[in-house]
T-cell receptor, first 110, second 117 residues
Framework: DAKTTQPTSMDCAEGRAANLPCNHS???????VYWYRQIHSQGPQYIIH???NNETNEMASLIITEDRKSSTLILPHATLRDTAVYYC???????????FGAGTRLFVKA | DVKVTQSSRYLVKRTGEKVFLECVQD?????MFWYRQDPGLGLRLIYF???????EKGDIPEGYSVSREKKERFSLILESASTNQTSMYLC????????????????FGEGSRLTVL
C-alpha cells in the first residue's frame, strides 16, 4: 500500500487559495489519488480524485505531478467552513484498501 | 441526496453488554465498511462487505462481528462490550467502478460515538 506524507497543519486566510500538498512516491500505477476531508465530529467527505490528469470539480482542483509521486489539492477561495482535516489517500476505486493517515489540519482564519 | 444513516449518534453501554450499531445506505451500493476512529490513531478498518452475506476482516476485527442480510444494511456487533471499545464508529459505502461516471469513493455516515462504562 502506498504511503503518504502530508503537513501536520496549515493556515490559510479566508478568501485566499489553500494549497494542500501530498507526497505519495510509492503509489502504484493503477491507484488513484483520493482526497477526503473531515469536519469536526462528522464523517469524512469525498472531495475529488484523479489518476494522471489534473481534475476540477465544484469543490476543488487536484494537480498531480507527471511522475505521480505527489499531488496538490487546491481550494480556490477558502472559507471558514473549510476548516477541517484533509486526507490524501492513494486507493483503488470502490473503497477497498482505503487507509486513512493523519491528514493535514487546515485552519481557515478570518 | 444520497445518504448513509447510522442508527444512533451517541450511545452509552456497560461493560459486557451486547451492542448493535446499525448502518443503512440508500444508494444501492455493493460495498459497505465499518471503521473506528480514535485520537492519535486515525480511522482504522474493522470489517467490510462486498455483497449480501459476505464479509471480510479489516485491520482490527477482534472483539467485533458484522451482519449483512440485506444489501442496504450493515450491522456492527460488539458481543461483549469492553472499555477499550469506547470510540467513534463510522460506517461507509461505495460502489465498485463498473459504470461510467462512478467515482468509487466512500460515502460516510455521521458516526456513532460509543462510550462503554
Amino acid at each position: 500500500d502506498a504511503k503518504t506524507t502530508q503537513p501536520t497543519s496549515m493556515d490559510c486566510a479566508e478568501g485566499r487559495a489553500a494549497n494542500l500538498p501530498c507526497n505519495h512516491s510509492t503509489i502504484s500505477g493503477n491507484e488513484y489519488v483520493y482526497w477526503y476531508r473531515q469536519i469536526h465530529s462528522q464523517g469524512p467527505q469525498y472531495i475529488i480524485h484523479g489518476l494522471k490528469n489534473n481534475e476540477t470539480n465544484e469543490m476543488a482542483s487536484l494537480i498531480i505531478t507527471e511522475d505521480r509521486k505527489s499531488s496538490t489539492l487546491i481550494l480556490p477561495h477558502a472559507t471558514l467552513r473549510d476548516t477541517a482535516v484533509y486526507y490524501c489517500i492513494p486507493s483503488y476505486t470502490g473503497g477497498f484498501k482505503t487507509i486513512f493517515g493523519a491528514g493535514t489540519r487546515l485552519f481557515v482564519k478570518a | 441526496d444520497v445518504k448513509v444513516t447510522q442508527s444512533s449518534r451517541y450511545l452509552v453501554k456497560r461493560t459486557g453488554e451486547k451492542v448493535f450499531l446499525e448502518c443503512v445506505q440508500d444508494m444501492d451500493h455493493e460495498n459497505m465498511f465499518w471503521y473506528r476512529q480514535d485520537p492519535g490513531l486515525g480511522l482504522r478498518l474493522i470489517y467490510f462487505s462486498y455483497d449480501v452475506k459476505m464479509k471480510e476482516k479489516g485491520d482490527i476485527p477482534e472483539g467485533y462481528s458484522v451482519s449483512r442480510e440485506k444489501k442496504e444494511r450493515f450491522s456492527l456487533i460488539l458481543e461483549s462490550a469492553s472499555t477499550n471499545q469506547t470510540s467513534m464508529y463510522l460506517c461507509a459505502s461505495s460502489s465498485p467502478v463498473r459504470l461510467a461516471g462512478v467515482s468509487g469513493e466512500l460515502f460516510f455516515g455521521e458516526g456513532s460515538r460509543l462510550t462503554v462504562l
